[in-house]
């Protein structure tokens, strides 16, 4: 069975910084890319990066490119998200979630059940 | 970037109805558009690939079809279970974007 658990999230001041981490299992994490994906409070979906199976490539959105960075263990079985000079608008649950489709077709098969993260003085 | 209208933004139903969920983009998605469901207080599951491909393990009462810019989810016979947020999200190009979507309430 497929489980994705993120972690690290929290109430942090702007301007701060935080990483987030995503274990998987139940499925051989080193053959597929990952999503970080986020929902502001009542809010809809935000795509917001992607990292290849093997590192070798990473796309961001524009929201958060150059300040976010994606990055992977695959000896650890584990998808990070070093989130750096945070925002009040960066307050949103956070999901990983696994891939599938190639460049550029990408969909998502499974999600994890999020982590939080509040941005606020 | 692509955007992904999605309408109507809620819809109230009967148990049983038959129903359609519209999703339209901004430009060709040719059939790179997939559904996901968000029940209350849970993380998104998929529930349509390609426009219009079942996936395993998802009730066959769901079905998606569409092409193009044009796409629709259908439920045939809707259930109380089905309380939820309908997202479509295009997989044509970067970056990918998801739909406002559709709330769906059951009377």
């Known amino acids: 069975e497929v489980q994705l658990v993120e972690s690290g999230g929290g109430l942090v001041k702007p301007g701060s910084s935080l990483k987030l981490s995503c274990v998987a299992s139940?499925?051989?994490?080193?053959?597929?890319?990952m999503h970080w994906i986020r929902q502001a409070p009542k809010k809809g979906l935000e795509w917001i990066a992607l990292?290849?199976?093997?590192?070798?490539?990473?796309y961001y959105a524009d929201s958060v490119k150059g300040r976010f960075t994606i990055s992977r263990d695959n000896s650890k079985n584990t998808l990070y998200l070093e989130m750096n000079s945070l925002r009040s608008e960066d307050t949103a649950m956070y999901y990983c979630?696994?891939?599938?489709?190639?460049?550029?077709?990408?969909?998502?098969?499974?999600w994890g059940p999020g982590t939080m993260v509040t941005v606020s003085s | 970037d692509v955007v992904l209208t999605q309408s109507p933004a809620t819809l109230s139903v009967t148990p049983g109805e038959r129903i359609s969920l519209s999703c339209r983009a901004s430009?060709?998605?040719?059939?790179?558009l997939h559904w996901y469901q968000q029940k209350p207080n849970e993380s998104p599951r998929l529930l349509i690939k390609?426009?219009?491909q079942s996936i395993s393990g998802i009730p066959s009462r769901f079905s998606g079809s569409g092409s193009g810019t044009d796409f629709t989810l259908s439920i045939n016979g809707v259930e109380v279970e089905d309380l939820s947020i309908y997202y479509c999200?295009?997989?044509?190009?970067?970056?990918?974007?998801f739909g406002s979507g559709t709330k769906l309430e059951i009377k």
């Open positions: 390609y426009a219009s």
């Open positions: 139940g499925f051989t994490f080193s053959s597929y890319g």
């Open positions: 999200q295009q997989g044509n190009s970067l970056p990918l974007t």
């Open positions: 990292i290849y199976y093997d590192s070798s490539n990473k």
């Open positions: 979630a696994k891939s599938r489709g190639g460049y550029p077709h990408w969909y998502f098969d499974f």
């Open positions: 430009e060709s998605v040719d059939t790179y």
